[in-house]
């Protein structure tokens, strides 16, 4: 558990620090970039120490797989208790919209090419590429470097959130119902991912449950698991997690359509606070724009608690 304790409380920290600097933008933009930074860091640095590991390499289709059904898992999950939890809701959740196809299809594809997650792949297979070729030495891709830079990751994110005025102000102007879709979310993730692991070779159940604990936020759980669990996992944990958020921005008026306007929001878990945003509110309007925000600020401050804890360290 000494891992886990000490991720949890540098989130704290973070989060305590932070707090000295809610509203102010300047601080708020600061910690963006310094996370984005730290974030290609670390993802570079993974990709260093897989390129490194002769296995991984030779299994990186299978990984890559294995990742599309687990990710694929954990959505489903969520998305069959969103239509459930439905009712909950306003009387036209269940109707979904009706958005121009073509247009959506155009944001999407924009979104998905101006996205961060682009960026993190390629750090990734630059790390990968060096390391591989020798351009980089072995040891960058030592646990030591990653677990640096995981800690200084974890205190940036905790006072990013901190920082972050949306929180309070949406638990203030909420009702107490909107608790359910990050529940939903939690709960259908784990549980989809389970099963799944359970039809997955080599993946037993509480990595499957940690890598759908990611809920999208790839760049942390990834870390968090690769450095738990190794290099193999942490591959799966990154592809599994950055399928389900490009899956949604590409899906989410369809989601809507066949499982209410909760199905965008609960598909993309904790990206639903800020990369997938744009296009949920495109597909289920603006008034639930506050609960999609909602739901992704819970489950990213949940993902360093949880990641960690299933994994038992």
């Given at each position: 558990m000494f891992i886990s304790f000490i991720v949890i409380g540098l989130f704290v920290v973070g989060i305590v620090a932070g707090s000295f600097f809610r509203g102010n933008k300047k601080f708020i933009a600061l910690n963006e970039k310094l996370v984005s930074m730290v974030v290609f860091a670390l993802l570079f640095f993974l990709g260093v120490s897989v390129g490194a590991d002769t296995r991984v390499i030779n299994n990186i289709s299978t990984l890559g797989w294995k990742a599309i059904a687990l990710s694929g898992g954990a959505i489903s999950g969520s998305l069959l208790l969103s239509a459930m939890v439905s009712s909950f809701f306003t009387k036209d959740t269940n109707k979904g919209g009706k958005p121009d196809r073509e247009n959506e299809r155009v944001i999407s594809i924009k979104l998905i090419l101006?996205?961060?997650?682009?960026w993190i792949l390629l750090f990734f297979i630059i790390g990968?590429?060096?390391?591989?070729?020798?351009?980089?030495?072995a040891y960058w891709g030592n646990s030591a470097v990653s677990t640096a830079i995981l800690y200084i990751m974890m205190i940036l994110v905790g006072a990013g959130i901190g920082s972050d005025p949306r929180a309070l102000e949406i638990l203030r102007s909420t009702r107490f119902h909107i608790l359910i879709v990050p529940v939903v979310v939690i709960v259908g993730s784990l549980t989809g991912s389970l099963l799944i692991s359970f039809l997955t070779p080599d993946i037993?159940?509480?990595?499957?449950?940690?890598?759908?604990?990611?809920?999208?936020?790839?760049?942390?759980?990834?870390?968090?698991i690769g450095k738990i669990s190794g290099n193999e996992m942490g591959v799966i944990a990154l592809l599994a997690n950055i399928f389900r958020e490009v899956f949604?921005?590409?899906?989410?008026p369809w989601l809507?359509?066949?499982?209410?306007?909760?199905?965008?929001?609960?598909?993309g878990g904790a990206t639903a606070m800020d990369t997938t945003l744009p296009v949920i509110i495109k597909a289920t309007g603006k008034e639930?724009?506050?609960?999609?925000?909602?739901?992704?600020?819970?489950?990213s401050m949940l993902v360093p608690v949880l990641v960690p804890l299933l994994l038992g360290n």
């Amino acid at each position: 558990m000494f891992i886990s304790f000490i991720v949890i409380g540098l989130f704290v920290v973070g989060i305590v620090a932070g707090s000295f600097f809610r509203g102010n933008k300047k601080f708020i933009a600061l910690n963006e970039k310094l996370v984005s930074m730290v974030v290609f860091a670390l993802l570079f640095f993974l990709g260093v120490s897989v390129g490194a590991d002769t296995r991984v390499i030779n299994n990186i289709s299978t990984l890559g797989w294995k990742a599309i059904a687990l990710s694929g898992g954990a959505i489903s999950g969520s998305l069959l208790l969103s239509a459930m939890v439905s009712s909950f809701f306003t009387k036209d959740t269940n109707k979904g919209g009706k958005p121009d196809r073509e247009n959506e299809r155009v944001i999407s594809i924009k979104l998905i090419l101006n996205n961060q997650s682009i960026w993190i792949l390629l750090f990734f297979i630059i790390g990968i590429t060096g390391a591989l070729n020798k351009i980089v030495p072995a040891y960058w891709g030592n646990s030591a470097v990653s677990t640096a830079i995981l800690y200084i990751m974890m205190i940036l994110v905790g006072a990013g959130i901190g920082s972050d005025p949306r929180a309070l102000e949406i638990l203030r102007s909420t009702r107490f119902h909107i608790l359910i879709v990050p529940v939903v979310v939690i709960v259908g993730s784990l549980t989809g991912s389970l099963l799944i692991s359970f039809l997955t070779p080599d993946i037993n159940a509480t990595n499957g449950m940690a890598i759908g604990a990611g809920f999208g936020y790839y760049s942390l759980s990834a870390i968090i698991i690769g450095k738990i669990s190794g290099n193999e996992m942490g591959v799966i944990a990154l592809l599994a997690n950055i399928f389900r958020e490009v899956f949604t921005l590409v899906a989410a008026p369809w989601l809507v359509r066949w499982f209410g306007k909760l199905g965008a929001i609960v598909s993309g878990g904790a990206t639903a606070m800020d990369t997938t945003l744009p296009v949920i509110i495109k597909a289920t309007g603006k008034e639930f724009a506050v609960i999609s925000i909602f739901s992704g600020i819970v489950l990213s401050m949940l993902v360093p608690v949880l990641v960690p804890l299933l994994l038992g360290n």
